[in-house]
């Protein structure tokens, strides 16, 4: 789960969560660039990178990152997502067209459609020279570490064994499976017996975390170091892809994020309720269309939410470490 140099000859990059089942059913790597970008040393680095190149400030620092890490890195074959997540993410495609060996896409549909995402992900098959039923043999084999992550994020809210920051760190690696299934499927089976030899943590506050994951390296570690308990990360949860799904169309019509705001909120509204969550942080990105979704979270959720807009990749700046520490003494006297 750390950033390394040069990116690996025989790795497809990829801009956001795709049916990874395809291309692991052509015998391909495949890393999340964003994990490789924010997690690389001097992350702010490649984001300079990308307004040096003649990238505008006004766009987001994720797509300025990705841009800068993917043109530092030696990243040779990319596969982006064109529908369903970030609208840049076709500008980005178009100024690194020419230097890619090779260019995929994937691309989620407007609506929530069953036709719709089937012909994709055939269409995706297709580019990679596999049959439907070899990427839904993958899919079988991936679902017992699917099952694992779901016990994990059990642990987390409610057996109180694994802390909020560990709960992220595991979902929203399976985005990629850290680029090698089984090795990350070893390693989270060690963490999880580890886990349910340590005693509960503390109680706390219950916090939920929403939003694309924060790029700040910190959010999370400060949150708990105040005697928070997260217990619900949304979209690295999403990342997991942890339903009782058994093939790829029904799988990827579960993962809420591609699909707009309603979704997202029949999701939080059913996990806020099911993990007796006290608060919400909602997670913006500086120059995202998302952030507007924060319109509705207030609307249709009964509960505290404290937004937080992050940019740039580092540690929370002194504001956001203050709201947070308010935030959290504020619900602490709610719960008292």
């Avoid at 702010?44 to 300025?64: D, N, Q």
């Avoid at 997540?85 to 609506?111: I, K, R, V, W």
């Avoid at 055939?122 to 039923?133: E, M």
């Avoid at 207030?298 to 935030?327: H, N, Q």
Wanted: charged share 25%.
């Amino acid at each position: 789960m750390t950033g390394i140099l040069p990116f690996p000859s025989d790795a497809y990059g990829i801009t956001s969560s795709i049916p990874i089942e395809v291309p692991l059913a052509a015998g391909r790597r495949v890393l999340d660039l964003n994990n490789r970008f924010v997690l690389a040393a001097g992350a702010l680095e490649y984001v300079r990178k990308a307004e040096t190149a003649g990238y505008p400030r006004t766009c987001c620092a994720w797509i300025r990152g990705l841009y800068g890490f993917i043109r530092t890195a030696g990243v040779r074959r990319v596969i982006f997502v064109t529908g369903g997540d970030c609208s840049n993410t076709h500008a980005m495609m178009e100024t690194l067209g020419e230097e890619l060996d090779e260019l995929q896409t994937f691309a989620y549909p407007p609506a929530r459609d069953r036709t719709g995402l089937s012909n994709e992900i055939d269409r995706f098959c297709g580019a990679f020279g596999v049959s439907r039923g070899a990427a839904e043999e993958v899919g079988m084999r991936l679902a017992p570490i699917r099952a694992s992550l779901a016990e994990l994020d059990r642990m987390t809210w409610e057996d109180g064994l694994v802390t909020g920051e560990e709960n992220f760190q595991w979902l929203v690696s399976s985005s990629d499976f850290d680029g090698d299934p089984a090795l990350f499927a070893m390693r989270l089976e060690t963490f999880l017996n580890q886990a349910k030899r340590r005693s509960p943590l503390p109680a706390g506050p219950r916090l939920g975390v929403l939003g694309v994951p924060p790029i700040q390296s910190d959010l999370l570690a400060f949150a708990e170091k105040l005697g928070a308990r997260i217990v619900f990360n949304e979209i690295p949860r999403q990342f997991a892809l942890m339903g009782p799904a058994t093939d790829l169309a029904t799988r990827y019509l579960e993962f809420t994020y591609p699909y707009g705001a309603q979704p997202r909120m029949e999701d939080i509204a059913a996990e806020t309720a099911r993990r007796r969550i006290d608060g919400l942080i909602h997670y913006t990105q500086a120059f995202c269309h998302r952030q507007i979704h924060d319109i509705l979270l207030r609307r249709k959720l009964g509960i505290p939410i404290l937004t937080i807009e992050g940019d740039a990749p580092g540690p929370c700046d002194a504001r956001t470490r203050l709201r947070v520490e308010s935030f959290i003494e504020i619900l602490q006297e709610r719960r008292s």
